[in-house]
C-alpha cells in the first residue's frame, strides 16, 4: 500500500521513538517486526506481551513501554523535513536491494542526492586515514576506472583512501555514494564540503543518524555494515593491523560480500592489515580486472544495464551520444554538428540525462556518464 507523505512521516516518527528506547538497536528492532503486524502495535502492546518474546525481558519490556515519546519524535521528523533530507524506510519497496539482504539494516536510512537502480551495482573502496601518495593515487585510480565502467563506488568520506576514491569516481564521469557517520548536515571531515557537494550532484549520501549527530567514534564501525551492505564487494587499500578499514571487511564477509585487499610491503605499518588479509582469504587485487574476474555478474549486469538503455534510444538520441565519444561537448557545437537548434536539442539532452547516459558540467558543456 502506498502511503501519503503525512503517513509516512508518521511512520518516521514511530520509528524514531522505537528506536530512542535504549536496548533496541535493528537486530530487536527486525524481531519484534517479526512478532508484530505495525510499528504502532508495537508501540502499543502490553508490558506481558513484550516480555513472552525470546530475549526480550521485563527490563526491556519496561522501557519500551514506559519509554516512548511520540511528540518528541514528531518533532524530530519535522526536523528532517525541513532540512529537506529524503528517506528509505525498512519496509519500502525502493529501500536499496543490497542492504535488504542484511540481517541488521537500518530500519530508516536518511539520504541527500539520488539512488538509483543502477547504484545497486556497486564497490567499496576503503582504507587508511593516513595513506600514502601510492595509496592516495591508487585508490583514485582505481575507482576513476570502476566509474568509467559503469560501476558505482561507495566510501565513507574520510581522509585518505575514501576521499581518494570519491574524487576518482567523480573524475571518472561516474556515481559515488558516501556514507556518513554523523548526520548529514554535519560534513566530517570540515575539508570535505565542496566534495560532499559533487557527490550530492552526482550520487548520495547517506546517514542513519538523527539531526545534531556529531562525529563519534563507534558510529563510524557501526556504519561501516552500511558500507559494505550496499556494495558487492569490498577492497581494502592499506590498513593497519587496527584499521577501521578492516571492521568493514568483517562486515563485507558476514553479509557473504567479496573482500579484496591491495598487497604491499610487509615493512609499512599500513600493509600489515591488507597483507593479513589475504593470508586469510581476502583476493589479492592489483587491478580492475581481478574485480570483473572475481565478479563476473557485476560487469555482465553493466553491459546488460547499457544495452537495455541503448534499446531504448531514438535514433535521433543515438546519433548524439555517438558526438561525445572524444569527450566533452559544448551545447552550440553539438546544435552545429546536429544541425539542429538548441531549443529542439534541449528536450533531447535532457532525455538522455534523464535516461542517466550523459551529465551536464559547467559552462553548458555535456559528457558521457
Avoid at 251 to 268: C, D, I, T
Avoid at 322 to 340: I, Y
Amino acid at each position: 500500500m502506498n502511503l501519503t507523505d503525512s503517513d509516512r512521516k508518521e511512520k518516521l516518527a514511530e520509528l524514531i521513538n522505537l528506536s530512542l528506547i535504549p536496548g533496541i538497536g535493528p537486530s530487536r528492532f527486525y524481531q519484534l517486526v517479526s512478532a508484530f503486524d505495525s510499528i504502532s502495535s508495537i508501540l502499543g502492546a502490553s508490558e506481558s506481551t513484550l516480555a513472552s518474546l525470546p530475549g526480550f525481558g521485563s527490563e526491556i519490556s519496561r522501557r519500551i513501554r514506559n519509554g516512548q515519546n511520540l511528540l518528541s519524535a514528531r518533532k524530530i521528523a519535522d526536523e528532517i523535513e525541513k532540512l529537506g533530507w529524503r528517506y528509505f524506510l525498512y519496509d519500502d519497496s525502493d529501500y536499496p536491494s543490497p542492504l535488504k539482504e542484511i540481517p541488521d539494516r537500518p530500519p530508516y536510512l536518511f539520504y541527500l542526492g539520488e539512488y538509483r537502480n543502477a547504484d545497486n551495482l556497486a564497490i567499496a573502496i576503503v582504507g587508511s586515514r593516513s595513506t600514502s601518495e601510492e595509496g592516495r593515487l591508487f585508490a583514485e585510480n582505481l575507482a576513476g576506472t570502476l566509474a568509467e565502467n559503469g560501476v558505482t563506488v561507495i566510501s565513507g568520506m574520510a581522509r585518505g583512501t575514501d576521499i581518494s576514491a570519491h574524487r576518482g569516481a567523480l573524475n571518472g564521469g561516474g556515481r559515488t555514494i558516501a556514507v556518513f557517520g554523523c548526520s548529514l548536515e554535519i560534513v566530517y571531515p570540515p575539508e570535505g564540503r565542496e566534495l560532499a557537494k559533487k557527490i550530492v550532484d552526482n550520487g548520495a549520501i547517506f546517514s542513519e543518524y538523527l539531526p545534531g549527530t556529531v562525529p563519534y567514534g563507534p558510529n563510524f564501525p557501526k556504519r561501516n555494515r552500511i558500507i559494505s551492505g550496499l556494495s558487492q564487494g569490498v577492497i581494502i587499500i592499506e590498513a593497519a593491523e587496527r584499521s577501521g578499514a578492516l571492521s568493514t571487511a568483517g562486515h563485507a564477509l558476514s553479509q557473504n560480500r567479496e573482500v579484496f585487499a591491495v598487497p604491499g610491503s610487509p615493512r609499512l605499518e599500513t600493509s600489515k592489515g591488507t597483507n593479513r588479509l589475504i593470508k586469510e582469504g581476502a583476493k589479492l587485487l592489483t587491478s580492475v580486472e581481478d574485480i570483473f574476474s572475481e565478479l563476473p555478474r557485476l560487469k555482465g549486469e553493466v553491459k546488460a544495464q547499457q544495452a537495455r538503455l541503448a534499446a531504448e534510444l531514438t535514433e535521433t538520441e543515438r546519433k548524439v551520444i555517438q558526438l561525445f565519444a572524444s569527450g566533452p561537448v559544448h551545447l552550440d557545437a553539438l546544435s552545429r554538428q546536429m544541425n539542429t537548434p538548441v531549443t529542439e536539442l534541449m528536450p533531447i539532452l535532457l532525455a538522455l540525462e534523464l535516461k542517466g547516459l550523459i551529465r551536464e558540467l559547467a559552462g553548458k558543456r555535456y559528457i558521457l556518464s
